[in-house]
């Protein structure tokens, strides 16, 4: 009857270490939610396509060889152009160049002056013409500000602008022909 007796106890105690048992790992596997230090930084964000504009006059030349020539053009630059910055909240031209060069592989200048000789050489066949013009290249970038929150998630914080900036600061549009062509960045 003893036998019995711890028999039953013996199986409440393992009926209760395994009922205690499923409260507590239930305890155990809901951890707290993930918590985060606050942290702001940027993002630049690259828009759109590059666009290109003129800082001289087109030129052309023919080849009036009965054979492909390379022909080389000097072009004197008559007009100015710069990069510039439509900021929403704060920052001059310069911190945002600073800030796309920070986050892109692109390098941004700030102004292309006039008066300057640029030379191109294009290759035109024979008794062909061949047309080129200098230009800047411009591309569009979306300076914002973000920020991870202590649940961290991550959310936009504050915008700073678009900067128009010159990533090419002599550019070449060319077309040959033996009619008038426009040239083509």
């Known amino acids: 009857m003893n036998r019995v007796k711890r028999n039953v106890a013996l199986a409440g105690l393992a009926t209760s270490s395994l009922v205690l048992g499923s409260f507590v790992i239930p305890g155990t596997a809901s951890a707290a939610p993930a918590r985060c230090n606050e942290v702001f930084y940027f993002k630049v964000t690259k828009l759109g396509r590059p666009t290109y504009k003129s800082i001289g006059p087109t030129v052309s030349k023919r080849n009036a060889a009965s054979t492909t020539s390379t022909l080389k053009y000097a072009i004197r630059t008559d007009t100015t152009r710069s990069s510039t910055y439509h900021r929403e909240a704060g920052g001059s031209l310069d911190w945002g160049i600073g800030k796309v060069e920070a986050k892109t592989s692109y390098d941004i200048t700030k ?11 294009l290759k035109v066949g024979p008794g062909k013409r061949g047309y080129t013009r200098p230009m800047v290249e411009y591309r569009k970038f979306m300076i914002d500000e973000y920020v991870q929150g202590e649940d961290c998630r991550h959310r936009l914080y504050k915008s700073y602008g678009v900067l128009t900036g010159i990533t090419s600061s002599i550019h070449f549009a060319e077309c040959v022909s033996k009619d008038p062509c426009t040239p083509k960045p």
Do not use: E, I
């Open 111 to 121: 102004t292309v002056s006039k008066g300057r000789t640029v030379t191109n050489t």
